[in-house]
């Protein structure tokens, strides 16, 4: 099918209105079906009924639900389990089925999702509130309401802090819901159900293309840093586990011989603030689309010039580190090295940097006892070995990773922008009815979305 540009338009241009509407009386609500009504949510669910007491059996086996294990497309999808003596503090909400959970901390990430058909001891985070619907609101139309774009900006909206922006569930018991009586909610909730769970199917259609590109650009990359281009070159043993077997004519260097270690300081922090991922390796830090805490002062940050590397000691482990392609400064945690020894390509190694095999053995030489407290200290890192082809044959492997890089970076742009796409119509179509903006009681739709 078509694939373009989705929004409430189309969505509003595929279904009919209501016959007739009246105004909510809500200014951001603007007019509904002139049958609906509008209520405070506390008129028609209860807010956070029930709490794991500080009682509770230390050995009770739990299965905890976090804020970062939720979003409002594929509700939770990240559990972890604890007994109740090593749970987190917050792990305390007792759920049920037809629940549904708001978060009220970190609202910008827009964790929401009902609870269906939950394990008996499901438990989340006291930075949700769980609303429990009451005999007035349908428990799956609660939850699709609940994710409607105007209730959703309102949490946003009226949250406060500028990092971690938060909002009391007292609140939220105040915000109000557009809602028709139960058997029409039963009638939309039918529709909804129907039509997102073909939206769904595309969604994850294209989620697993983009994890196979992806899977595709390691691949391409890894077999080129690690053995060349060209597959019938003969091989030798690296002498190094984990490289293994290298072309013959490669070598492979102890990092010692290739790296020393930079401290250059930033005398007024002026300069360009550069960070560190195991995505992208070194870009700008405004170029971040994250809400990340702004230093009081960048003085004494480390200087990281062009072509040197930067790497995040704190996780390394996950293949936080690359070389910069521009002049700027890191923080001070961070490690930069300048490459010494002119066999190694800055593009080549970039590349090698954040391969799998690699990144287990910058692991393998940190320290820390749980492996999100991992560090690289230089020690470490120039324990490490690296292939070195010669210098001409690594810049033709970093032009030919450049190109396939680029055509595979415009692939995943262009089904990344398809599914935001899908996403967006998928949000739009609940939005609408759960609002009254189109009357899906009778509504028959072959295809999900205009695409």
Excluded at 342 to 368: F, M, W
């Amino acid at each position: 099918m078509e694939e373009k540009g989705s929004d409430s338009s189309q969505v509003y241009g595929r279904f009919r209105p209501y016959p007739s509407y009246k105004d909510s009386g809500v200014e951001w609500l603007g007019t509904i079906p002139e049958h609906w009504s509008v209520r405070r949510l506390k008129l028609l669910a209860s807010i956070n009924d029930e709490a794991l007491s500080e009682g509770t059996d230390p050995q009770y086996k739990m299965i905890y639900v976090d804020i970062g294990g939720v979003d409002n497309i594929r509700g939770i999808f990240e559990r972890e389990e604890y007994l109740f003596e090593t749970a987190p503090s917050r792990a305390r909400r007792i759920v049920r089925d037809g629940d549904v959970i708001i978060s009220t901390v970190r609202t910008y990430l827009r964790a929401i999702a009902p609870i269906r058909a939950p394990e008996r001891n499901l438990i989340v985070s006291t930075g949700f509130a769980v609303i429990r619907p009451g005999p007035k609101l349908d428990s799956q139309y609660a939850s699709y309401a609940l994710t409607a774009t105007y209730f959703v900006e309102n949490i946003v909206a009226n949250s406060t802090g500028v990092s971690y922006p938060a909002i009391d569930a007292s609140k939220v018991s105040f915000f109000s819901i557009v809602f028709p009586g139960l058997m029409e909610q039963q009638r939309i909730v039918k529709f909804l159900d129907r039509e997102t769970a073909k939206i769904d199917v595309l969604i994850e259609k294209k989620e697993r293309l983009i994890e196979l590109l992806q899977e595709k650009r390691t691949a391409l990359i890894t077999q080129a840093v690690t053995k060349g281009l060209d597959p019938d070159v003969p091989m030798k043993d690296s002498g190094v586990e984990w490289l293994g077997k290298i072309p013959t004519h490669w070598n492979a260097k102890i990092n010692k011989k290739l790296f020393k270690e930079s401290d250059a300081r930033s005398d007024l922090g002026d300069e360009e603030l550069l960070t560190v991922s195991h995505i992208s390796g070194v870009t700008r830090h405004s170029e971040k689309n994250v809400t990340m805490i702004e230093a009081e002062s960048y003085e004494d940050y480390k200087i990281c010039r062009q072509g040197e590397l930067a790497i995040n000691t704190m996780w390394a482990w996950m293949g936080a580190l690359g070389i910069t392609k521009e002049d700027g400064m890191v923080s001070p945690s961070y490690n930069v090295y300048l490459i010494i020894n002119r066999s190694l390509q800055p593009r080549y190694y970039d590349y090698l940097s954040r391969i799998p095999l690699h990144v287990a053995e910058l692991t393998k030489h940190s320290k820390g006892i749980w492996k999100s407290r991992l560090r690289l200290y230089p020690d470490g890192f120039f324990k490490i070995h690296t292939p070195i082809p010669p210098r001409d044959e690594q810049e033709l492997i970093a032009d030919q990773l450049d190109r396939s890089a680029h055509k595979i970076a415009a692939l995943l742009m262009t089904i990344k922008h398809a599914l935001e796409n899908l996403k967006e119509y998928r949000t739009a179509l609940i939005s609408a009815a759960v609002t009254g903006k189109i009357d899906v009681r009778e509504a028959r739709v072959s295809s999900p979305a205009p695409y």
